[in-house]
């Protein structure tokens, strides 16, 4: 088995670490060397390998993403609209995506795509393929699949925000909840 080296190692400690300490911060005021800190190094082994904060943030939405689109991938059923729906609904939930770290993670994600052009792009791949996946699930579904898939993608939004803004753990079942009965009322 071929050896792992230190550099992926390394850089999946500090995108963890970024994780970690956004979430408990609430906020993008965390320095390198907190973050550094919290993954065992140096900072300057942190600016090595990221350049910047900034950097180092956009390298962890990466991941964020990355997750998130495998838990999609994974769920989805081939032929069944419905059952495609509910299992993308459900991905947005799902354990490795919805806990307090990650969704302080993506609320401060949106803050930094408004000035920055990265995470601004990131965001909109984000938001064409969530729209684009909804869209095609919902066609055989509703007559208005632009219209549900758009309120669908703002409800899921507005539940990541009205969870990080909530104190104590994050509920997935009330998420999944409130989602899944827009579903049930937009295609009644």
Known sequence: MPKLGA??????????ATIS???RAGSLDVTVAQIARA????????????GSKEQIFLAAM???????????????PRNDARARLNAIARANFAPENFQREII???????????????????????????RSNLISTLRPLTDHPVRTAETLGAL????YLRAVLTPGPVDSDAALTTIT????????
């Open 156 to 159: 899921i939004d507005g539940v």
């Open 39 to 50: 993954a065992g190094m140096s900072p300057a082994l942190a600016h090595h390998y990221f």
């Open 62 to 76: 990466r991941h964020i993403l990355s997750v998130y689109g495998r838990s999609v991938r994974s769920s989805l």
């Open 7 to 16: 550099e992926p190692i390394r850089k999946a400690a500090l995108i963890n």
């Open 104 to 130: 302080s993670a993506w609320v401060n994600f949106y803050a930094l795509a408004l000035i920055n052009r990265q995470a601004a792009r990131l965001l909109k791949i984000y938001h064409r393929r969530l």
């Open 181 to 188: 009965e827009y579903i049930e009322e937009a295609l009644a």
């Open 21 to 23: 300490e956004v979430g």
